[in-house]
């Protein structure tokens, strides 16, 4: 990024002002300038990524033909079976007695 700022008028929701001012007086930020900026450069680094996977797969389905949507659902089994449990699994619910009437 350039040293030199462009001064800048918008309107942002409340919530994220205070957001911001939030983390200024945490430390996580400078400034609320420097907050946004950051903010701002991370919506377009997103939105790059966005339109380079976008032209990916259109390069790829005007190669290959389109992606199914069985392709899709073997692709997405594949990846559950292929996932690493990070936070292990969830444990099962004591099953409760019924009561003597």
Do not use: C
């Amino acid at each position: 990024m350039s040293k030199r700022k462009e001064r800048l008028t918008v309107t942002v929701d409340p919530v994220l002002v205070e957001a911001g001012n939030a983390a200024v007086r945490s430390g996580r930020a400078e400034s609320l300038s420097g907050w946004v900026n950051q903010a701002l450069a991370e919506r377009a680094a997103k939105d790059r990524r966005l339109q380079a996977l976008a032209e990916s797969v259109a390069a790829y389905e005007a190669e290959l033909g389109p992606i199914t949507d069985e392709e899709l659902t073997a692709q997405a089994r594949a990846d559950r079976r292929s996932a690493i449990v990070v936070r292990g699994r969830a444990k099962a619910k004591p099953r409760r007695r019924p009561s003597a009437a």
